[in-house]
């Protein structure tokens, strides 16, 4: 059965400080990974992952993936208040489906 | 570029009523996606739809739900004789095709009486 699991469930930190999101996967016919944030209404997407070893960057956040080991890390540098969120890992089938199967998420609390 | 619509934003419905809920996909999106979040777990796919044309529904149950994209209009998900245990948020995806992004609506939150 696919899954993809995040660690940690849920994290703590104060500004400024960079955080960690780590995510395993397995998703038979694997396209790509995403990662998803999500505050109080829609999931709004941050990256895309197809090849390994590719560091995909925005701005504070940066992203990774790894085919062989089936994992992602989602980090965060110098976090602020507004990163404050449930941060979803996702995996994405490939072939006619295209369905996306999602991890329980991150939530992630940013203090001043 | 309105981002993807979904209405109602809060429904609320005595067991045995029927849910409709609406996604007008992102302008030039063609393909539409169904998801529904239980309380306190993940988001879990339900059906894959293009205009007219449903492409995967393994993740709806066979019984009283059923998703169209006519092609005209919007993508309907309709639950009969709804039951608590359809309370949740109903999440609506495009994308402009079977590769690309998925972009997210605001969801529909069901509450069952």
Redesign the interface.
């Known amino acids: 059965e696919d899954k993809v699991v995040q660690s940690p469930l849920s994290l703590v930190v104060h500004e400024g400080d960079t955080v960690t999101l780590n995510c395993s996967y397995e998703v038979t016919n694997f396209r790509s990974l995403?990662w998803?944030k999500q505050e109080k209404?829609?999931?709004?997407?941050l990256f895309?992952l197809t090849s390994s070893g590719i560091e995909k960057k925005s701005g504070r956040l940066s992203s990774i993936l790894d085919k062989k080991e089936l994992f992602s890390i989602l980090n965060i540098t110098a976090t602020q208040t507004g990163d404050s969120a449930v941060y979803?890992c996702v995996g994405r089938h490939g072939g006619?489906?295209?369905?996306?199967?999602?991890?329980?998420?991150t939530l992630l609390a940013v203090q001043p | 570029n309105a981002g993807v619509m979904q209405n109602p934003r809060h429904l609320v419905r005595r067991r045995g009523q029927e849910a409709r809920l609406r996604c007008s996909p992102m302008k030039g999106h063609s393909h539409v996606y169904w998801y529904r979040q239980l309380p306190e777990e993940g988001l879990k796919f339900m059906v894959y739809l293009q205009k007219e044309n449903i492409i995967d529904e393994s993740g709806m149950p066979k019984e009283r739900f059923s998703a169209e994209f006519p092609k005209e209009g919007p993508s309907i998900l309709r639950i009969q004789q709804v039951v608590r245990g359809d309370s949740a948020a109903y999440f609506c995806a495009s994308s402009v095709d079977r590769q690309e992004t998925q972009y997210f609506g605001p969801g529909t939150r069901l509450l069952v009486l």
């Open positions: 995403l998803y209404k829609a999931p709004t997407f895309m979803l006619a489906t295209n369905k996306l199967i999602f991890g329980t998420g």
